[in-house]
């Protein structure tokens, strides 16, 4: 049976949230004072605490500390009036979640059921770890290098919790991979996993994508339609290429993040949406803040919880591992058993990977199609260690840059150039860049418009 605490010095509160507290299925312990529960907790830990911010010996938060060795406790805390400021303060100390007085009964319920469920988890994560002490692996996510094992670390920390998560890294880093396993990993697993990427979404349908809209709210609207955030209803919502996102969806979206519920366009009640939500970019976001692509206020929301993921070429330990599993996937598929030749893993560790391990996976599959047993050398599209230093980058080539160009005018000229060092082959031209290729199509589509 899970067991709470319930700390608040206001005594028909404390006994009317009890009371739902035990329907449960939880034991429970109240206290009325920081003093209190320091006691109750000393003697058990609880699975879930439920104290009051404001207590006459102090505040809330300043019973966290005691949980310090605890990391499985859920901390929530019971505030009369929530600001933003104050809740993102109290969830970077520590918080899991909190609730506004009066509480909300479906939202309380929601929150003892997924405590009740996370026990489960923690059982699993365990197992993770231990499988990646052996196989080099967590859930799907493949490599040992320190810096990926930090990654982990954070994704074990962060599933089980009710914050966003903000990942972020270079195209083909395995950023939607992370979003899927944080969602593995929590209680909403048994829930919808919805994806929306920011930047292959008109702008024009954005709006009625994330939010949905009812029925003839607009031209063509013929039909009432639920957008991304109900369909993710008790799941998580995963926003790919967040900073593609048009700034005043972004307004909205910080609004709903805010309040909890979203309200169809042309719609006139507001519905109470439980989301999770995982944000993802390949620009850094400080950048994108200041080039004014992404709001600050909604960087600051969703990044309670920030997961960087290191470029392939700096965890190059993990090539081998990646390649290995990939061709062991494509042998079982086709029925074969074909091997590296021992040159061709040394070729694979030194190349510098701009496409990350997307570039490494469609490689060995390249590479596993030309070779007939072994693949050596021969079947592989990498160039070989540069002797003149040039990084292994297209061709040498140059860009002569004034001081004074603008970021975009940068870019533009980059990739236009990259391009034709790369014949026009899109796809080359993207992995050099180390962008997707949507991405790339995106930028290509927005010259042709300037001219
Ligand atoms: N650590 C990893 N282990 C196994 N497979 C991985 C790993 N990282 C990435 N992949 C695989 O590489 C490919 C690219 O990963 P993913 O789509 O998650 O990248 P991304 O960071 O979202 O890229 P983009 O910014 O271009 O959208 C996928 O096939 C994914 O399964
Ligand atoms: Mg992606």
Redesign the pocket.
């Known amino acids: 049976m899970p067991h709470a605490l319930l700390v608040d010095d206001d005594v028909a509160f404390r006994e009317a949230l009890a009371e739902v507290v035990r329907q449960e299925g939880f034991s429970l312990e109240t206290a009325g004072s920081l003093a209190e529960a320091r006691a109750v907790v000393g003697a058990r830990v609880p699975d879930l605490a439920l104290v009051d911010v404001s207590l006459p010996d102090g505040t809330g938060v300043d019973l966290l500390p005691v949980f310090e060795g605890a990391p499985a406790v859920d901390f929530v805390l019971i505030t009369g009036n929530a600001t933003v400021e104050s809740v993102i303060t109290a969830l970077r100390l520590g918080v899991t979640d909190y609730l506004t007085k009066p509480v909300d009964l479906q939202r309380i319920r929601a929150m003892l059921l997924n405590v009740a469920r996370r026990q489960e988890l923690h059982d699993e994560i365990a197992s993770l770890r231990s499988e990646l002490r052996e196989l080099g692996r967590f859930g799907?996510?493949?490599?040992r290098s320190p810096a990926?094992a930090a990654v982990y670390d954070l994704i074990a920390r962060v599933a089980p919790t009710t914050a966003s998560v903000f990942v972020q890294?270079e195209?083909?880093?395995?950023?939607?991979?992370v979003a899927q396993t944080v969602h593995e990993l929590s209680r909403r697993r048994r829930q919808p996993f919805v994806a929306l990427n920011c930047g292959a979404v008109s702008p024009q349908l954005i709006e009625s994508e994330i939010f949905g809209h009812e029925r003839g709210s607009f031209t063509g609207a013929d039909r009432a339609h639920k957008g991304y955030f109900e369909r993710a209803s008790g799941g998580t919502l995963f926003l790919?290429e967040l900073t593609e996102m048009p700034l005043e969806l972004q307004v909205k979206l910080l609004r709903v993040l805010e309040t909890g519920t979203v309200m169809r366009i042309g719609g006139e009640k507001e519905l109470a949406i439980d989301v999770r939500i995982v944000a993802?970019t390949?620009r850094d976001p400080e950048e994108a803040v200041a080039a004014g692509k992404l709001r600050q206020d909604l960087l600051y929301r969703l990044s309670v919880f920030p997961i960087a993921l290191p470029p392939l070429r700096e965890r190059r330990g993990d090539v081998e591992i990646?390649a290995e599993a990939r061709l062991a996937e494509l042998n079982a598929s086709e029925g074969t058993s074909k091997r590296f030749s021992a040159a061709a893993m040394e070729r694979l560790a030194a190349h510098p990977w701009p496409g990350n391990?997307?570039e490494l996976?469609n490689l060995v599959q390249r590479a596993f199609i030309l070779a007939d047993r072994e693949i050596d050398v021969a079947a592989l599209p990498v160039p070989g260690p540069d002797p003149g230093g040039g990084g292994g980058m297209a061709d040498g080539a140059r860009l002569e840059i004034e001081i004074g160009a603008s970021v975009d005018q940068v870019e533009q000229r980059l990739i236009l150039a990259t391009l034709g060092s790369c014949d026009g082959n899109k796809e080359r031209a993207a992995s050099l860049l180390g962008i997707?290729l949507k991405t790339l199509y995106n930028k290509l589509n927005k010259y042709k418009n300037l001219t």
């Open positions: 799907p996510l493949i490599g990926m890294g195209s083909g880093t395995g950023k939607e991979l790919d993802a390949n990646l391990v997307r996976r997707s």
